[in-house]
C-alpha cells in the first residue's frame, strides 16, 4: 500500500518538472535566432510600442558597439563586446564607422531581473576595425550549465554559468590566419555535446575552408573537415552562420557559402549533399553574410544577388536540380538580415528597409515588397506573437502583422542609438542590444 500511495506523487511530481521545464524553455533564447535558428518565438504578451521612456523595464550600458547578438538562459543574459574604448571618437550613439571599440573582447553576464551586470571575462585581445564589425561579432551559444564564446580573432572559449574558464583554443593559432576581406562574423552552434563552427574563407589566402566540431565540455577535436570550392576572388568569404536541419528522424548540420549550401552529418562532418545554387553566374565577389534557414522540410539560402533558393530536403550528392523547390528573382535578396520562416510564410527583409512575405512553399508572392524603413536594415527580423518585429541601424523597429494581410501595427524609435544586432526573446520581453546598451523591453 505505502508503494501504491507513492506512485501517484512520483507521477505528478515528474509531470510538473515537466511543466516548469516546458515554461523554462519558452523563456531561452541559446543562441544566435534562437532555440530553432529560425528567429521564430512562440512566446506571447511582446510589447507593441515602446520608446526610450514607455515600457523599457531595464537598460544596461556596454563597454562598447558589437554586431553580436545576446542570449538568455534562465536569469542570466550574455553579450559579447569590445572593451571600452582607451580614445573615445565619434557621437553619442557609438556609429560602427567611428572606432574599432576598445583592445579586449570581452563575454559579459548580464541579470534577467535588473540588467545588473553580474561578470565579465576577458576572451581575448587585439580587437580590430571591420567596417560594419569589430571582433566580437559572434553571439555565444549556451546549454544552461556552460556558455561559450568565439571572437574574430579565431578565439574559442568555454566557462560555466559564474564564469569559471574551462577551455579555450585559438582557430587562427592552430589551423592558419582567417582570409575573409572583412574579417571573421560566424557565431558557434550547440549540438548533442558538440561545438560546431566553420571558417569559409579565400579572399586573402588559399588555405580551405572547413568545417569543425569539439567536444563541448573538453575542446578536443571530434572532426574537422574540408569544406570544397571554387569560387574565386571573394566569392569563397561567409560571414553566416551554419543552422540544423531536422528531416524525417534525421538531423544535419547546413552550411551556406563560397557559391554553394551544403548539408553534412553531425557525427562525421562529411558532406552528404551539396547544391550550387547561390551564384550561378559566377560573380566573384558573391560573399554571402545572410544564414542558411530551415523549416518544415525547406532550406532556403539568401544571397544578396539574384536568386534566392528554396531546396526540399532529403537529397544525397547533388541536387541543385533535383531538389530546387522555387526561386527568388525579382530583386536582390537580404544581404545582411537573415529571414525568418515558420514553415508557413517566409519573411525577408531587404537590407534598404523592403520587406517581402512569400508562400514558404512554393515562393508565391504573399505581399509585397513593402518599403517601410527609411534607413538600413542589418538585424534579422523576429517573427513572435503574431508579429513580425525588425529595426533598422538607426534604432528604429517596425511593427507588421504576421501573416496573410500587410499591416504596420507600431513604430517604435529609441533615438540616438545604433543598432546592428538581432532581438531576442525572454517569457514577454524583448532585448535591444544597441551600440551603447542592452535594453530590457516589456509591458
Same mark, same amino acid.
Given at each position: 500500500? @505505502?508503494?501504491?500511495?507513492?506512485?501517484? $506523487?512520483?507521477?505528478?511530481?515528474?509531470?510538473?518538472?515537466?511543466?516548469?521545464? #516546458?515554461?523554462?524553455?519558452? &523563456?531561452?533564447?541559446?543562441?544566435?535566432?534562437? !532555440?530553432?535558428? *529560425?528567429?521564430?518565438?512562440?512566446?506571447?504578451?511582446?510589447?507593441?510600442?515602446?520608446?526610450?521612456?514607455?515600457?523599457?523595464?531595464?537598460?544596461?550600458?556596454?563597454?562598447?558597439?558589437?554586431?553580436?547578438?545576446?542570449?538568455?538562459?534562465?536569469?542570466?543574459?550574455?553579450?559579447?563586446?569590445?572593451?571600452?574604448?582607451?580614445?573615445? #571618437?565619434?557621437?553619442?550613439?557609438?556609429?560602427?564607422? @567611428?572606432?574599432?571599440?576598445? !583592445?579586449?573582447?570581452?563575454?559579459?553576464?548580464? #541579470?534577467?531581473? &535588473?540588467?545588473?551586470?553580474?561578470?565579465?571575462?576577458?576572451?581575448?585581445?587585439?580587437?580590430?576595425?571591420?567596417?560594419?564589425? *569589430?571582433?566580437?561579432?559572434?553571439?555565444?551559444?549556451?546549454?544552461?550549465?556552460?556558455?561559450?564564446?568565439?571572437?574574430?580573432?579565431?578565439?574559442?572559449?568555454?566557462? &560555466?554559468?559564474?564564469?569559471?574558464?574551462?577551455?579555450?583554443?585559438?582557430?587562427?593559432?592552430?589551423?592558419?590566419?582567417?582570409?575573409?576581406?572583412?574579417?571573421?562574423?560566424?557565431?558557434?552552434? %550547440?549540438?548533442?555535446?558538440?561545438?560546431?563552427?566553420?571558417?569559409?574563407?579565400?579572399?586573402?589566402?588559399?588555405?580551405?575552408?572547413?568545417?569543425?566540431?569539439?567536444?563541448?565540455?573538453?575542446? *578536443?577535436?571530434?572532426?574537422?573537415?574540408?569544406?570544397?570550392?571554387?569560387?574565386?576572388?571573394?566569392?569563397?568569404?561567409?560571414?553566416?552562420?551554419?543552422?540544423?536541419?531536422?528531416?524525417?528522424?534525421?538531423?544535419?548540420?547546413?552550411? %551556406?557559402?563560397?557559391?554553394?549550401?551544403?548539408?553534412?552529418?553531425?557525427?562525421?562532418?562529411?558532406e552528404v549533399w551539396r547544391a550550387a545554387v547561390t551564384n550561378p553566374r559566377k560573380i566573384t565577389n558573391c560573399r554571402i553574410i545572410a544564414s542558411p534557414v530551415t523549416a518544415d522540410g525547406m532550406i532556403y539560402a539568401p544571397t544578396r544577388l539574384k536568386p534566392l533558393s528554396?531546396?526540399?530536403?532529403?537529397?544525397?550528392?547533388?541536387?541543385?536540380?533535383?531538389h530546387l523547390a522555387w526561386q527568388w528573382n525579382e530583386f536582390g535578396g537580404p544581404d545582411v538580415p537573415t529571414p525568418a520562416c515558420d514553415g508557413r510564410y517566409f519573411y525577408m527583409v531587404e537590407d534598404r528597409g523592403a520587406v517581402t512575405c512569400l508562400d514558404a512553399r512554393?515562393?508565391?508572392?504573399?505581399?509585397?515588397?513593402? @518599403?517601410?524603413?527609411? $534607413?538600413?536594415?542589418?538585424? /534579422?527580423?523576429?517573427?513572435?506573437?503574431?508579429?513580425?518585429?525588425?529595426? *533598422?541601424?538607426?534604432?528604429?523597429?517596425?511593427?507588421?502583422?504576421?501573416?496573410?494581410?500587410?499591416?504596420?501595427? #507600431?513604430?517604435?524609435?529609441?533615438?540616438?542609438?545604433?543598432?546592428?544586432?538581432?532581438?531576442?526573446? /525572454?517569457?514577454?520581453?524583448?532585448?535591444?542590444?544597441?551600440?551603447?546598451?542592452?535594453?530590457?523591453i516589456g509591458q
Open positions: 500500500m @505505502r508503494i501504491r500511495r507513492q506512485i501517484p $506523487g512520483i507521477l505528478a511530481t515528474w509531470f510538473l518538472c515537466l511543466l516548469a521545464a #516546458a515554461a523554462r524553455g519558452e &523563456d531561452n533564447w541559446p543562441q544566435w535566432r534562437g !532555440p530553432a535558428q *529560425n528567429n521564430v518565438s512562440d512566446a506571447t504578451g511582446l510589447p507593441l510600442t515602446w520608446s526610450d521612456t514607455e515600457n523599457i523595464v531595464w537598460k544596461t550600458p556596454l563597454p562598447s558597439w558589437s554586431g553580436g547578438s545576446p542570449i538568455i538562459w534562465g536569469e542570466r543574459v550574455f553579450v559579447t563586446s569590445p572593451s571600452k574604448p582607451e580614445t573615445p #571618437a565619434g557621437d553619442a550613439s557609438g556609429k560602427a564607422a @567611428r572606432d574599432p571599440g576598445g !583592445p579586449d573582447l570581452l563575454l559579459l553576464c548580464i #541579470a534577467r531581473t &535588473d540588467g545588473k551586470i553580474l561578470w565579465e571575462r576577458v576572451l581575448d585581445t587585439g580587437n580590430q576595425f571591420r567596417q560594419k564589425q *569589430n571582433d566580437s561579432s559572434p553571439s555565444p551559444v549556451t546549454d544552461g550549465q556552460h556558455v561559450w564564446a568565439v571572437t574574430g580573432t579565431g578565439a574559442i572559449v568555454a566557462f &560555466d554559468m559564474d564564469g569559471n574558464p574551462l577551455w579555450k583554443k585559438n582557430l587562427q593559432q592552430e589551423y592558419g590566419a582567417f582570409g575573409q576581406m572583412f574579417g571573421y562574423a560566424s557565431s558557434p552552434l %550547440l549540438h548533442e555535446g558538440k561545438l560546431i563552427v566553420q571558417v569559409l574563407h579565400g579572399y586573402t589566402t588559399d588555405e580551405p575552408s572547413y568545417l569543425m566540431a569539439f567536444e563541448a565540455l573538453t575542446g *578536443n577535436v571530434v572532426w574537422r573537415v574540408e569544406r570544397w570550392t571554387d569560387a574565386e576572388n571573394e566569392s569563397p568569404d561567409a560571414y553566416t552562420t551554419p543552422t540544423l536541419l531536422h528531416h524525417e528522424g534525421v538531423t544535419q548540420i547546413v552550411v %551556406l557559402g563560397g557559391d554553394y549550401v551544403t548539408g553534412h552529418d553531425p557525427q562525421t562532418g562529411q528554396a531546396l526540399r530536403a532529403g537529397g544525397q550528392g547533388d541536387i541543385t536540380n533535383t512554393t515562393g508565391a508572392v504573399v505581399w509585397g515588397p513593402e @518599403r517601410v524603413e527609411r $534607413g538600413t536594415v542589418s538585424a /534579422s527580423p523576429l517573427l513572435a506573437d503574431g508579429k513580425l518585429y525588425f529595426t *533598422n541601424e538607426d534604432g528604429v523597429t517596425t511593427v507588421l502583422a504576421a501573416g496573410p494581410k500587410f499591416e504596420v501595427l #507600431a513604430t517604435n524609435e529609441v533615438p540616438g542609438v545604433y543598432v546592428l544586432s538581432s532581438m531576442a526573446v /525572454s517569457g514577454s520581453r524583448l532585448y535591444l542590444r544597441t551600440a551603447t546598451h542592452l535594453y530590457c
